[in-house]
């Protein structure tokens, strides 16, 4: 089994410190005989705390899911809370995962009601608007999608990699906690890199509450695996009767070549 993880953004080697940490947290979680290959864009805005750029960002990834369907993937990763979840899946034949979807179902496995602590306030739109294209929204708490303050940025990201109970842990705890106290049992980390660092640490519930702390993107991941198997061994990727059907080639390949993509 092939599985190709697709980033949301250029390579920053200013970053390669966490691209290592991330290789070493997750590889290890998968199947011996699944390969897993982690890839940048070729293009990227590196930008999608704004409905726009990731609007424009979105395009990107898209091309990059098709790109790796091409390439011989048997299943695909979007490795971001900020992504094109339903377009993917409309134009390719083989699964797609998303960290947020994957991860909000494996929540309701968990608890009754889920709240996901993100990484900046413009963030917490584009996650309430997957919560409710999921229709998920009754199984999560009121305002279920909250940041830590002050909002993330390269330097916390790095801190995190070598010790994230510095400053990265007490911004997400007093987020949680206040998440807890309105209701939630289960949290989700609202960033595809900052879950599997907090897991690195060992930092997998908030303290004295019982309240797991999940590492979205592994546990989306693995579910992602399953679903790739269940398209080898038995033949069901998806649905092809209207949202994700895909759309005839001459059409998607006109409508590429209005953006120079193909």
């Known amino acids: 089994m092939r599985i190709c993880w697709i980033h949301p953004t250029t390579r920053n080697d200013a970053l390669s410190a966490l691209w290592r940490k991330l290789d070493e947290v997750v590889r290890p979680t998968l199947h011996e005989d699944t390969e897993l290959e982690f890839r940048f864009l070729p293009r990227s805005g590196n930008f999608v705390r704004s409905l726009y750029a990731e609007h424009i960002n979105s395009v990107h990834i898209v091309e990059a899911v098709l790109q790796a369907e091409q390439d011989g993937f048997d299943g695909i990763f979007l490795g971001c809370w900020n992504d094109p979840l339903w377009e993917a899946r409309e134009v390719v034949g083989i699964p797609v995962a998303s960290v947020s979807e994957q991860s909000m179902l494996a929540a309701l496995s968990m608890g009754k009601r889920f709240a996901v602590v993100t990484v900046s306030q413009k963030t917490t739109v584009a996650i309430e608007n ?42 997400f705890e007093q987020v949680a906690n206040e998440c807890i106290r309105d209701g939630a049992d289960v949290i989700l980390v609202g960033c595809a890199y900052y879950g599997p660092l907090l897991r690195a640490a060992g930092y997998t519930e908030i303290p004295g509450t019982g309240v797991p702390v999940l590492d979205s993107s592994t546990v989306a991941l693995k579910y992602l695996e399953t679903m ?35």
Request: overall charge positive.
């Open 130 to 171: 997957d919560l409710m294209a999921y229709g998920l929204r009754d199984r999560a708490i009121a305002r279920p999608v909250r940041s830590i303050m002050p909002e993330s940025d390269a330097d916390l990201l790095l801190g995190a990699v070598t010790d994230p109970f510095a400053a990265l842990i007490p911004r």
């Open 228 to 262: 790739t198997g269940i398209a080898l061994h038995m033949g069901f990727v998806k649905s092809t009767r209207l949202q994700l059907k895909p759309p005839p080639g001459e059409a998607l390949h006109r409508a590429r070549q209005s953006l120079a993509l193909g």
